[in-house]
């Protein structure tokens, strides 16, 4: 059957010609999220990109779909019931963990505090510091993302250990890997508490009061996964109380972080609006479209997807 290959991603000229020698049988269509007709969506049996979850619906054609982003929660239950679903994992790995560290030293290193004193012209030194030299750093979820920050935290001298649902071997970066019921176990163990995961029902609100109350009282927090994760009213609470020496957000529940949130006010608390990853970095563009070229191939030659959701 002939495939109507509706390609929303930011493609440049060259990449166009190459999909279309991948596919030279298929019908190429090349749009935006905004400008996306209803034609194109009915049309199309493969989308590549960032459509809006809604207009999914009217996709009646479709078989297979590939989101350029890591997570996949927005098109739960919005999509044509059978296609195959799969997602750009991985693509914006190195992008977000070095968000992740940027933050991290930013906060062993007080320089939110430094730049709060900065801006009032004072000249004040704020004492000790902290070193990812002989540091314990703990990740959750030790997929593409936090397999990427592990080898850069064990670069700088830590000890890392990585969480996640299920352990079939070794990972990238980590120097042990067990599984999440073992948190409990490892958070009064970690100068660093690093979250890379996903949104699903297993990881809503997994680090509460309970969790944050385990870890030490100068560690450091990071989220870069999904703001769900991540007990905000209990991280809040804890910091308020002098708990943590400080954290890093680029995700929240809900986002954008609400004006009034008590977040923002929070001291050594960085908050970055969900930046780590994205199209920021050309790196992490040229891996997206190669993945979805890679798959493109599999698809025409009937091999297994890579990065399949469903
Ligand atoms: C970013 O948050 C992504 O899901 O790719």
Same mark, same amino acid.
């Given at each position: 059957m002939s495939e109507y290959i509706l390609n929303l991603l930011p493609v440049t000229e060259e990449e166009k010609r190459e999909f279309e020698a991948i596919a030279p049988q298929a019908v190429h269509v090349y749009a935006g999220r905004r400008t996306v007709t209803q034609e194109q969506l009915e @049309? $199309? &049996?493969?989308?590549?990109?960032?459509?809006?979850?809604? /207009?999914?619906?009217? $996709?009646?054609?479709?078989?297979?779909?590939?989101?350029?982003? @890591?997570?996949?929660?927005? #098109?739960?239950?919005?999509? +044509?019931?059978?296609?195959c679903f799969t997602s750009s994992a991985g693509s914006n790995s190195r992008s977000v963990a070095e968000h992740m560290l940027?933050?991290?030293? *930013?906060?062993?290193?007080?320089?939110?505090? #430094?730049? /709060? $004193?900065q801006k009032a012209h004072r000249w004040e030194d704020e004492g000790a510091m902290k070193t990812l030299l002989g540091a314990t750093v703990l990740v959750l979820g030790a997929g593409h993302i936090g397999s990427e920050f592990a080898q850069m935290c064990r670069g700088l001298g830590a000890h890392t250990v990585g969480l996640k649902r299920? =352990?079939?071997?070794? =990972? +990238?970066?980590?120097?042990?890997? @067990? &599984?999440?019921?073992?948190?409990e176990q490892w958070l009064p163990q970690a100068d660093v508490v690093a979250m890379s995961l996903p949104h699903s029902p297993e990881t809503v609100g997994l680090m509460n009061e309970k969790r944050l109350g385990l870890m030490? /009282?100068? *560690?450091i927090l990071l989220n870069a996964?999904?703001? %769900?994760? !991540?007990?905000?009213?209990?991280?809040?609470?804890?910091?308020?109380?002098?708990?943590?020496?400080?954290?890093?957000?680029?995700?929240? /529940?809900?986002?954008?972080?609400?004006?009034? %949130?008590?977040?923002?006010?929070? +001291?050594? !608390?960085?908050?970055?609006?969900?930046?780590a990853g994205g199209m920021r970095l050309e790196i992490t563009r040229q891996a997206c479209i190669k993945q979805a070229q890679d798959n493109l191939r599999r698809y025409l030659a009937g091999e297994p997807l890579v990065n399949q959701v469903k």
């Amino acid at each position: 059957m002939s495939e109507y290959i509706l390609n929303l991603l930011p493609v440049t000229e060259e990449e166009k010609r190459e999909f279309e020698a991948i596919a030279p049988q298929a019908v190429h269509v090349y749009a935006g999220r905004r400008t996306v007709t209803q034609e194109q969506l009915e @049309a $199309a &049996t493969v989308i590549f990109g960032w459509p809006r979850p809604s /207009d999914m619906k009217q $996709a009646r054609n479709l078989r297979w779909f590939q989101t350029m982003w @890591a997570g996949t929660e927005e #098109y739960e239950g919005m999509l +044509p019931q059978g296609i195959c679903f799969t997602s750009s994992a991985g693509s914006n790995s190195r992008s977000v963990a070095e968000h992740m560290l940027a933050s991290l030293l *930013a906060v062993c290193r007080r320089l939110p505090t #430094y730049r /709060d $004193a900065q801006k009032a012209h004072r000249w004040e030194d704020e004492g000790a510091m902290k070193t990812l030299l002989g540091a314990t750093v703990l990740v959750l979820g030790a997929g593409h993302i936090g397999s990427e920050f592990a080898q850069m935290c064990r670069g700088l001298g830590a000890h890392t250990v990585g969480l996640k649902r299920t =352990v079939r071997g070794d =990972v +990238p970066g980590f120097d042990q890997v @067990a &599984t999440m019921e073992e948190l409990e176990q490892w958070l009064p163990q970690a100068d660093v508490v690093a979250m890379s995961l996903p949104h699903s029902p297993e990881t809503v609100g997994l680090m509460n009061e309970k969790r944050l109350g385990l870890m030490r /009282d100068d *560690a450091i927090l990071l989220n870069a996964g999904r703001g %769900s994760a !991540l007990d905000q009213q209990a991280l809040e609470k804890v910091m308020k109380e002098g708990k943590l020496w400080g954290a890093a957000l680029d995700v929240t /529940d809900p986002e954008p972080l609400p004006q009034d %949130s008590p977040l923002w006010d929070i +001291p050594n !608390l960085i908050i970055t609006p969900h930046v780590a990853g994205g199209m920021r970095l050309e790196i992490t563009r040229q891996a997206c479209i190669k993945q979805a070229q890679d798959n493109l191939r599999r698809y025409l030659a009937g091999e297994p997807l890579v990065n399949q959701v469903k």
